[in-house]
T-cell receptor
Framework: DTAVSQTPKYLVTQMGNDKSIKCEQN?????MYWYKQDSKKFLKIMFSYNNKELIINETVPNRFSPKSPDKAHLNLHINSLELGDSAVYFCASSHADRTTKSYEQYFGPGTRLTVT | EDQVTQSPEALRLQEGESSSLNCSYT??????LFWYRQDPGKGPEFLFT???AGEEKEKERLKATLTKKESFLHITAPKPEDSATYLC?????????FGKGTTLSVSS
């Protein structure tokens, strides 16, 4: 049983197109995340949702829009794709953080996006 | 500003040669320090969570320790299958902040 799954695993598209990446978790977690890993392998948070509510929105272009239809799903839609969007995108999930304690996040296998 | 620095960037070991990876951090109000392992083409795999200075966690050949300023991931008698990138991440008031990782290569 896959805990955090993403589709597709690979996505090749042309500049200007719109694309979506889907994520699902079966761990019963309340919080889901999207991360971007660039060519230098640096992993950076993009968005975080808790119980379908957006709680973290880092400095990300408006062309990126997350959507959470329910607690188990968090999708990422990207409009007007640019060359610089090429990267690996990871979805993750965790239990909701407490005031003084955070919980580990579990990551999906990643989606490698290539914009040509 | 919250920061995480990992060293060295790359480490080559012979099988059985023990060593340590370092993660230095600067955060206000640490709510957790996490170690992950990432294999090429895969997502980060959770290893350990540490919450307070003096805490230690062990799993097979790996042992993670935490002080108020840094964490170490000790690898005892590594095997080739331990080759991977090891990521350290800290969480304070905001989002999880990752270091750039240490890429470990273990040769037989």
């Amino acid at each position: 049983d896959t805990a955090v799954s993403q589709t597709p695993k690979y996505l090749v598209t042309q500049m200007g197109n719109d694309k979506s990446i889907k994520c699902e978790q079966n761990l019963g977690h309340d919080t889901m995340y999207w991360y971007k890993q660039d060519s230098k392998k640096f992993l950076k948070i993009m968005f975080s949702y808790n119980n379908k509510e957006l709680i973290i929105n880092e400095t990300v272009p408006n062309r990126f829009s997350p959507k959470s239809p329910d607690k188990a799903h968090l999708n990422l839609h990207i409009n007007s794709l640019e060359l610089g969007d090429s990267a690996v995108y990871f979805c993750a999930s965790s239990h909701a953080d407490r005031t003084t304690k955070s919980y580990e996040q579990y990551f999906g296998p990643g989606t490698r996006l290539t914009v040509t | 500003e919250d920061q995480v620095t990992q060293s060295p960037e790359a480490l080559r070991l012979q099988e059985g040669e023990s060593s340590s990876l370092n993660c230095s951090y600067t955060v206000s109000g640490l709510r957790g320090l996490f170690w992950y392992r990432q294999d090429p083409g895969k997502g980060p795999e959770f290893l350990f969570t540490l919450y307070s200075a003096g805490e230690e966690k062990e799993k097979e050949r790996l042992k993670a320790t935490l002080t108020k300023k840094e964490s170490f991931l000790h690898i005892t008698a590594p095997k080739p299958e331990d080759s991977a990138t090891y990521l350290c991440a800290v969480q304070a008031s905001g989002a999880l902040i990752f270091g750039k990782g240490t890429t470990l290569s273990v040769s037989s």
